[in-house]
Antibody, heavy 122, light 106 residues
Framework: QLQLQESGPRLVKPSETLSLTCTVS??????????WGWIRQTPGKGLEWIGC???????YYNPSLKSRVTISVDRSKNQFSLKLNSMTAADTALYYC??????????????WGQGTLVTVSS | IQLTQSPSFLSASVGDRVTITCRAS??????LAWYQQKPGKAPNLLIY???TLESGVPSRFSGSGSGTEFTLTISSLQPEDSATFYC?????????FGGGTKVEIK
């Protein structure tokens, strides 16, 4: 049974880099039918898709965050990671890792991690 | 692609038929999904490809539409349906979500 577990710091200082890891159990990355990605949620902006990564290495990022985001995978540990630099208070959010599923040429969120709250504050 | 949900809040009684609308800023064929989020939990997939019910989702949930206008219908509202519902377009990156509709049980 698929499980996704986010880990990382809950508190980040302004201007620093957020690093979150998602540990995947019950599935492997090597499938054409999935992307692995990150989504965040705030009371003000709702659900915001951050980006995703395919096992082949291809990535897609939200243009609004692209200059600050990197998503990468560590297949040996069955983990993928999010790095978001130059953090500000506006990046305070609940961060979810997720698995995207394919429908024809489209992608939807088939599975969500439980989420981790990240606060940006000095 | 922007998605606009309406209403943002609705209050209905158990047994009522409830409809939520999601409008896309451009045509997305049938590339739309719906999620349900209960307080303190991650969203959960209900429907994808406009009308395909995810395994395990009760049949009282249904979706319809095409192009730019879509609806999620709960045929007979149950107490456990109290939640916030979101639509998401899946036709193109960046994936985008609607602003949500909070459903309250009277």
């Amino acid at each position: 049974q698929l499980q996704l577990q986010e880990s990382g710091p809950r508190l980040v200082k302004p201007s620093e880099t957020l690093s979150l890891t998602c540990t995947v159990s019950g599935a492997s990355f090597s499938s054409n039918d999935y992307y692995w990605g990150w989504i965040r949620q705030t009371p003000g902006k709702g659900l915001e898709w951050i980006g995703c990564l395919h096992y082949s290495g291809s990535t897609y990022y939200n243009p609004s965050l692209k200059s600050r985001v990197t998503i990468s995978v560590d297949r040996s540990k069955n983990q993928f990671s999010l790095k978001l630099n130059s953090m500000t208070a506006a990046d305070t959010a609940l961060y979810y890792c997720s698995r995207l599923r394919r429908y024809n040429s489209g992608w939807f969120v088939g599975f969500w991690g439980q989420g981790t709250l990240v606060t940006v504050s000095s | 692609i922007q998605l606009t949900q309406s209403p943002s809040f609705l209050s209905a009684s158990v047994g009522d038929r409830v409809t939520i609308t999601c409008r896309a800023s451009q045509g997305i064929n049938n590339y739309l999904a719906w999620y349900q989020q209960k307080p303190g939990k991650a969203p959960n997939l209900l429907i994808y490809a406009t009308s395909t019910l995810e395994s395990g989702v009760p049949s009282r949930f249904s979706g319809s539409g095409s192009g730019t206008e879509f609806t999620l219908t709960i045929s007979s509202l149950q107490p456990e349906d109290s939640a916030t519902f979101y639509c998401q377009q899946l036709i193109d990156f960046p994936l985008t979500f609607g602003g949500g509709t909070k459903v309250e049980i009277k």
